[in-house]
Structures are given as C-alpha cells and as structure tokens.
C-alpha cells in the first residue's frame, strides 16, 4: 500500500497541486481502552491539560496527555461509571466538580477520597420528565459565561412530546433550579457557545425540519417544532403559548402538498409574520451536502493557533463523520449566516466535541442508532491546524443588495472580479409536520457584479434578487488566489432571514 | 404456424406452476436494520413484497445484481450530492433492477416484481447516505427442492416420555398419503400416540444436503436407515435441529419418528441442497422458517459482570420505571432502585442485567434483569413512604405522567467498598437508605441476604407509615413469606400486616429490613 502510494506521488505530479483538507487540518486518531466500547457523546477540559469525557454507555473518562504530539503519551482513568448515557459534560472551575447531562438528571460528581474515582453522586437538576422512548436524549452544555447549564431535550419520538419538558431548552441556575428557556426543539445534536457567550444548539431533519439546522437558543423563543408547547402553563416565564404553526394556514380545504410556489404560508418566512415568538434557524446545515445528523458546536477560541478562522463555529455530523464551518452575523436583530464544508474523514459519528486553549479540537463519538460515514464503531480523535493556511472563504456577509466575501487569502483580482466565476442557487424549506423535505421554491438570481476591494482580500457581490428567508448557495468554482489555486471549498450556504438595510 | 403458440402455452404452464411469493420486510424501529436479512424466491416467480418503513428515518429498499459492493454504491453518490438528492438518494446505477420508493416513517410500500431467472445472491440495501453499512440484506433466487414421493405412515399407540423403538412394536394403523407432504392428521387420537413416516427423497446429484426438522414432542429422523437428526423427549417445537450428511444421487429412504404425549402436535421437516432452498417435506412450517425466510435476531447479550465490587447500571430497567438505578453486588445479590418513586424496585440473585438492549443501536426500551427470582417488593415504581390513618388501605400506584409529590431526589454516594446510600427527602424528613449483602445469592443454601438499612432524621408528617412490601403474607418463625413467592422471607422490627400491606409506623430513626433467600 505504501508503496502504491509512492510510485501514484512520484509519477503523477500534477496531483500535488491541488490541495486537499489533510494539508491544512490534520486527524490524529487515539487507541481507546480496550475494556469498553469508548462512544464518546461530551467532551471538557479539565485544569492541567486534562480531558473529562462521558460516553453513550454512561461512563465518564479522565484522559491525560490527548494534547501530546505523542500519540502514546495518552492514558485513559475511569472516574464513573453507571450513569444514563453522558451526553454532556461541564467542569465546574468554581465548585471543582463535574457536571454530567444524563437521560433524566444532571448528577453533580465529586471526589470526596480523592482516589481518583467518583464517590459522591448529586442530583443537581432532575426537573423533566423522561418515558423510556429511545428518542428521548438530553443534550448538555459546558457552563456559560453565567454559570449556568443548558440542557436541550429530544422529544418524544419525532412528533410528540409525552413527558414533561420534552422538546424544551432549558438552563439550569448554579444553585440547581430550572429555568424553561425555549420551546420548539425537536431532536438536539449539540449545544455550545459562540464568541460572545451566545447559546446555540443543532436540530436534525425531521417533522417541521427539512435540513439540519444551527439554532440560536434566544431565551423565550420558539424554536419551530410545536410538538412540546403542551408545557407552557408550567413555565409562566415564557409568557403565552405560540400559536401552531399551519394549521389554520391550511384551511378551507387546501392540501399541505398542495404546490403554489412563492404564495406558500407554509414557509418559516411566512410563519415568522404570524407566530411572534418564532425563531428562524440561523444556519440551515443543508441536508444531504452538509450532514444529516448535526452535533457537537465548537468555538474557536484559541486566537489563532486552529488556524485563520478565529471565533468561528464547527459544527460536527454524526453521519456524515465530518466538521463544517460556520460563520455567523447579527442583521435586524437576528442570528443568521454561511455554512462552508470544513473537514471531512473522521472515523466514525460525530457526537461530542471541544476545543482546547491551544487549538486543538477534541472530538468522539459512534455510529450507533443511525449509521455514519466513518465507518468505525466509535471513535475520540484530535483534529489539529497544520499551520499552512488553506485558501478559503473567510467570511461572508449579508448586503442590501448582495454579499461581501473575505478570504483567507490575497485573491487574483482577474477572476474573482469576473461575474462568471460565480454562480449562485436560492431556495428554501417548506416549514410543515411531514417528515423531512425537499428544497423548494428555487430561485436562479443574476450575479451583476463582482467588485474586489482595493486591499485585494475582499469581494463584494451584486445579486438579483435576495430573497429574504431563502438559503443562497454560492458556487465559487472559478475565483483563485494570487498563486493561481482555486478555492478548497467552493461552495457556502447562506441563509438569508433578514436583509440589511445598508 | 403452430409453434409459437405452444411455446407461449408451455411459458403460461410454467408461471402458474410458480406460485406468487407474498413476503414482507420492515425497517426494525431505531436499529438502522431491516427485519429480515435474507429472503428466499425461486428463479422467475412472481414476488409481492410489503416494505414497510417502522423507523424514524426515511429509508428505501433496493436490489441489485449478484456482487455488488452495495455500500460503495451508496456511498457514491456524495461524489454528486445534489443529483443524488434529486434523485431521492436512489443511484443511478445499472446493477439496481428493482427498487423502492424513499419512504418516509411510517409509510409502506407494495413492491410486485419478477425474481430474476438467474440463481443467485442478489443483495438488498438501503440507499439513504450512512444507512447501507448495516441496513441491508440478500435476496437468495433458488429453485424449490423435489417433495418426497411413496409417503406412508403407521399409527402406534402409547405413553412415552421418549421415543420408542418402533420397530419392536406392532402398528395401531397404516396408510399411504396422497398429498406427499408429511402431516399428523388424525381425529380419533388427540394424546399418546406415535407416527412413523416413510418414503422416498431423490437427490438430484452427488453432494451434501442438510436435514432440519422440529416438532411437539419427540422426532427423529432417518435416511437409509441411519439416524441423521433427532429431538427427542417431551418439549414445546421451541428449535429447529438440522444436521448435513453426504446423498449419493439418486433414490433414498426416508423415515420420521414422531410421538405425542400431550397438547400440542406439530411435526415439522425440510431438507435444502447446494443448488436447491430449503424445501419443506412437511404441511406445517415452524414459524421461524416460513416461506424460508429469516427474521432478523436481537442483539448478542452484553451481560455485566461483578466481581470484586458492586457495579452501579442506571438505565430504563424493567420494574423499576425510568429512572432505574440497578445495582449489582458481588455474591450474586442484585437490586433495582428507583429515583422516581424514591424506593426499593426491585431485588434479584443470579446475573446482574444485560446491557446489549441499551448499549445498541439508539438505547431505548426496558431491559428486565438478568438473573432470577425476582422480587417486586410493592407495587411497580410506588413509594414508601405514606400519610394514611388507614395502611390497610390501598397505596399511591404509579402515573407515568407525573412526579410523586413531597420526594426530591438527591443522589447517592458510594462508601469504601464502593457500595451505593441513596438519599432523598420527604417532605421534611431526609432518608438515607443503604444495603448490605451476606452470603450468596447463587447458592441455594438459605443463606443470601440482602440488608437494607433506613435512616430518617428531621419531621415526618403525622400518620406517616412506611410499606416493606404488598402482597399476600404467612407470618413465620418472626419473619413474613411472600405468599406465591417462595424463596423470600423479609424480616424487620415492628412490621406488622395491615391488608395486603406490610408496614412499620415511620417515624425518626433507624429501620432494618432483611431480604432473605430461604433456598
């Protein structure tokens, strides 16, 4: 095989010119301890370089060393086992114990002995109902910047909700009491933080889902899926039940199949109008290109040392085994942006992920329940920037009129100022009950100019029309940059819910 | 001028001698399989499948020809997402030949096509991206195996509690069978009887053929007069037995020794060669090999061992709610406690508990647990704690809707021995409950035990009162036995019997309940 390999690298030259994903962000993948199956669903960092995990069969692991370039400088302590499957995992820096996310309680563990071993199981937070339905996850955070834990709560099923606060955002103050937080979650993937503190979660296609999604957990929001807003008489803070989505859109005898393209009421655009406390997804993760099974959110905190995209998100799949870039921005008050394919090739699902002060990602998981490209069981496994800087889309920014593009590099100003180096797709979900969806309502708008900034790092890009509430996929396949490489990834999905006014 | 028309006779002969084979296949519910991962049909027999999708997940059912790397197929696709989405995730590939819909959950689907004219391996799979790796299956295209021919049977009478040697007995009654296919059809005898079948089985050429049969009671059966498989004695047609032995080609004899004691009557024989599927040789077919076709099994065990140290599985346990926290000690003693009802659920001895339900596919559902004996000490996931100025009467029983009122869970901690003390309040009274064990609960000695100490410090309401157990009770020796289940006595200071109650008046302080295994 190696020797395959070498005599394809010295005869065909010409497949080193195109740069792949491994030249910039390096996959390390770490042995597990051979007594158990290490599915990893949540990751922390614990002080001195540490990592706590917890895991799908409800063990909680101490791993050492996982930074070291030395693969076989890591060891593995099992500090709890037993628990409800561990799908969170937050270290407290001021009590100095962990915080674990399990089905039906988040169990606050100390090492009272200090062997090492947890001795001491509290029940921090047990609050929601659960019924023994598979589908029925809870999803924990880290802590956020106010001490408090979020916990995001899969329904029961894909469309009912038949324990209390399933399909509920939930916080939990650092003195334990519950705080109902926002409705509308369907089937939680992950939870995490972005840049300033801000709370989001993923979603996963399903019923009023046509695409996994990156949500923006605003307290007192509705998230979408109305299946959980049975509870609101037991959570006064929320204020009064939302109206359902739909229904009432479809009477007088119209069929939800139906087709009239662009009048359609069943569009979150549309729904948005009626329903005041509902929230558009900020990111469409387009199902089937992006993932199928969105997870873990990781920050990127390190400044720097995971490469140029400092402050962006990664959001992980447990299909499709991969990590993908999100870039996010405030326009009319809400949360919207531009997912770009990141890195591909993990060895099993994605579930759990985190990011270290020094720039190294963290992330594990299995293909357990729903299948994933990796093709492994489980996985835990490191993904590290190499130090060369790919040539990526850096940013992209909503406009009255069109988009603003960064790079991560200085771009040729020949083909990026060229209109047909670009294409560009509209389109959007219908928001309704059926499961899944496919991508309706396209639209195939003119890119009119492509103008590039003096300093060369920018492009700014004329369309017509934006359409407020569609996702614009942008192709990029003919910009290059000064060395005369295309892009890595040519594509980027924006979703558009809101067009700036300047 | 006449030939092409009794060619096309002959063909209209042929189908109609194949019957249309009626199958089904399902998508298992959260277990990324199909139900079935083998079906069986013969070469051009008209086939109507029902593919239902029971899953959460949109999946589809594809077939394609002998050798396909299903996987790599659909893993091809995400060269070009977006025709792939297009095309629903049905690839375009010239290897498929008959396929489903995508269905969404829930949906079902009648697929009616003809099964190919080629023998062979033809792989089923679900195109859906990530989904081809575990969901997929083969469908076997084989002819129908040759019947036997000549059938005979020869009716004894008598009570057997295994199978007599029928050849030093002397036949109630004799007769041939039309039908060729073996079937105990008698009206005058219901119970003690035994049937003997014989006839003749061709083996179409030189090789090996495997023999299964099952039945209820006894059977064995014999090629050439030598015993090729047998499954004798007094039982249920729980298994099949099959067996491969080498045939000359050619004519061979065939014997069945079949006898009832009781009950049922089921006797059930097929045979299947290297180039023939498994051909029943019997009217009745054992449900796990009708029309042929396997039904996918349940997970392999994961049992958890406990060796030096109690070992701790909080999961949606059996009898113990949904917020179950088994515990497994050493000495084969085990319990199930419940953070719901904040009380004793559930004790067992042997095995601990099975985790292959949970620790698969997507982890829902109640596992029972894995030893015996077990003991539901009250009512399923009810508490212990009561205000009542009548504990004869009837306590709270369990609303999966909602929370008992006045518990708050507070966790547990485990000791030096690593052994669990469950704490949690009562209105304002907060109980600490831990266990011991002493001897063994493997041994059937008398000597296993389970302690279960409760300490309750601060105010109980008035008229509180603490249940041990329900059920019916014999006062013995100062202990009570569970009446119906034998092997418990439970013993504790100031019991008493109220109805179908055991209780102590609860108040502050320590109560000691012991748990003993009396066999």
């Not at chain 1, 791993?63 to 060891?75: E, R, Y």
């Not at chain 1, 993908?324 to 099993?348: C, D, M, W, Y």
């Amino acid at each position: 095989m190696k020797r395959l390999f070498l005599i394809l690298a010295l005869c065909a030259p010409i497949y080193a010119a195109d740069p792949v994903e491994a030249d910039f962000y390096k996959i390390t993948t770490f042995e597990t301890p051979k007594e158990t199956a290490l599915e990893v669903g949540s990751i922390d960092l614990l002080p001195d370089g540490k990592l706590i995990m917890g895991t799908r069969r409800g063990e909680i692991w101490i791993v050492s060393g996982a930074g070291s370039s030395d693969t076989s400088n890591v060891s593995y302590k099992l500090f709890a086992s037993g628990l409800h499957e561990v799908l969170g995992i937050a270290y407290n820096p001021k009590d100095k114990n962990i915080y674990a996310t399990t089905r039906y309680e988040i169990t606050r563990l100390k090492d009272v002995d200090g062997d090492g071993r947890a001795d001491v199981f509290d029940n921090f937070c047990d609050h929601w109902g659960v019924s023994g339905d598979y589908h029925e996850y809870a999803i924990g955070s880290h802590f956020d910047k106010a001490g408090d834990l979020w916990v995001t709560l899969c329904l029961t099923g894909s469309f009912n909700s038949n324990a209390e606060f399933r399909g509920w955002a939930l916080r939990i103050k650092p003195d334990g009491k519950m705080v109902p937080t926002c409705s509308g979650i369907r089937s939680p993937g992950g939870l995490g933080f972005d840049a300033d503190g801000e709370t989001y979660y993923c979603d996963n296609q399903g019923p009023w889902h046509g695409s996994c999604t990156l949500q923006h957990l605003v307290p007192g929001s509705f998230q979408g899926h109305p299946g959980g807003n049975i509870w609101y008489d037991k959570a006064p803070n929320m204020g009064p039940r939302p109206i359902d989505p739909l229904p009432e859109a479809f009477s007088n005898g119209r069929n939800r199949k139906d087709k009239t393209p662009h009048v359609d009421p069943d569009r979150m655009v549309t729904e948005r109008e009626r329903i005041k406390q509902l929230l558009p997804p900020a990111v469409y993760l387009v199902h089937g290109k992006i993932g199928n099974s969105a997870s873990a959110i990781i920050c990127d905190l390190s400044a720097g040392k995971f490469g140029p995209f400092s402050k962006q998100l990664f959001v992980a799949d447990q299909s499709h085994s991969n990590l993908s870039r999100v870039f996010l921005e405030t326009v009319n008050g809400i949360k919207q942006g531009v997912v770009i394919p990141f890195r591909s090739g993990f060895a099993s699902g994605l579930i759990g992920g985190r990011m270290d002060e020094e720039g190294r990602v963290f992330v594990g998981g299995s293909d357990r329940g729903w299948g994933a490209r990796g093709g492994k069981p489980f996985c835990f496994e490191k993904c590290e920037w190499t130090g060369k800087t790919p040539f990526e889309v850096h940013e992209m920014r909503a406009k009255p009129d069109g988009f603003e593009l960064t790079f991560t590099q200085p771009i040729d100003s020949t083909t990026a100022s060229d209109v047909k180096s670009y294409s560009m797709r509209e389109f959007t979900y219908a928001y309704r009950e059926e499961y899944g969806g496919d991508e309706v309502s396209e639209i195939i708008p003119k890119i009119t100019a492509a103008k590039v900034a003096e300093d060369g790092k920018s492009v700014r890009l004329t369309i017509s029309p934006l359409t407020k509430g569609h996702i614009h996929e942008l192709h990029l396949d003919g910009v290059k940059n000064t060395e005369g490489q295309t892009l890595l990834h040519k594509v980027g999905y924006y979703t558009l819910n809101e067009i700036p006014a300047k | 001028m006449f030939r092409p028309l009794l060619a096309l006779l002959l063909a209209a002969t042929t189908l109609s001698a194949a019957e249309t084979a009626v199958l089904s296949l399902k998508t298992m519910t959260a277990q990324m399989k199909y139900d079935t991962p083998e079906l069986l049909v013969q070469p051009g027999q008209p086939v109507q499948l029902t593919f239902e999708n029971g899953d959460d997940l949109p999946h589809n059912l594809v077939f394609c020809q002998p050798g396909t790397d299903t996987a790599a197929m659909a893993m091809k696709q995400m060269e070009n997402a977006e025709v792939a989405l297009k095309r629903n995730w049905l690839p375009d590939d010239p290897r498929i030949w008959a396929h489903s819909k995508m269905l969404n959950p829930h949906e079902k689907e009648t697929l009616t096509f003809t099964a190919p004219e080629k023998p062979g391996t033809y792989p089923y799979v679900c195109t859906f991206p990530g989904h081809a790796l575990t969901m997929r299956g083969e469908l076997k295209v084989m002819k129908a195996g040759e019947g036997l021919k000549d059938l005979h049977f020869a009716l004894y009478l008598g009570n057997w509690k295994q199978l007599p040697d029928f050849s030093k007995l002397k036949p109630h009654r004799e007769g041939k069978i039309d039908s060729n296919l073996i079937e105990v059809k008698l009206d005058d005898y219901k119970n003690e009887f035994g049937v003997v079948f014989t006839g003749k089985l061709n083996a179409p050429k030189k090789g090996p053929y495997r023999f299964f049969i099952s039945s209820d009671d006894g059977s064995r059966l014999l090629i050439d007069g030598k015993e090729v498989v047998a499954y004798d004695g007094i039982h249920p047609a729980g298994d099949i037995k099959e067996k491969s032995i080498p045939l000359e080609q050619g004519e061979h004899e065939f014997r069945l020794e079949y006898f009832q004691g009781a009950a049922n009557i089921q006797l059930y024989a097929a045979w299947k060669g290297n180039d023939f599927q498994i051909t029943s040789l019997s009217k009745w077919l054992h449900p796990n090999w009708k029309g042929g076709t396997k039904k996918q099994k349940e997970f392999d065990p994961i049992p958890l061992a406990v060796t030096t140290e109690p070992v701790i599985y909080r999961n949606f346990i059996q009898g113990a709610g949904n917020r179950g926290i088994g515990v497994g000690y050493p000495g084969g003693i085990n319990l199930a406690w419940s953070a719901e009802s904040m009380n004793l659920a559930l004790i067992w001895r042997g095995a601990f508990i099975d985790a292959s339900k949970h620790w698969n596919s997507r982890g829902g559902g109640h596992q029972p647990p894995l030893g015996y004996d077990v003991l539901q000490p009250t009512g399923e996931v009810t508490p212990a704690f009561f205000v009542t100025d009548k504990p004869d009467a009837a306590w709270p029983t369990w609303d999966k809707t909602k929370r008992y009122s006045g518990f708050a869970w507070q966790g547990y901690s485990l000791d030096a021995k690593r052994s669990p003390t469950f704490r949690y309040t009562w209105h304002n009274a907060e109980i600490e409950e831990s266990f011991a064990v002493e001897g063994n609960g493997n041994k059937p000695d008398g000597n296993g035990k389970l302690i279960r100490t409760i300490k309750v410090s601060g105010k109980l309401p008035p008229n509180a009162w603490y249940r041990l157990a329900s059920g019916q009770f014999e006062a013995k020796d100062g202990s009570f036995l569970i009446k119906g289940v034998k092997p418990f006595t439970i013993t504790a200071a100031g019991v008493q019997m109220a109805g179908a109650n055991l209780v102590i008046p609860a108040k502050p302080g320590t109560m000691a309940i012991t748990y003993q295994w009396i066999q």
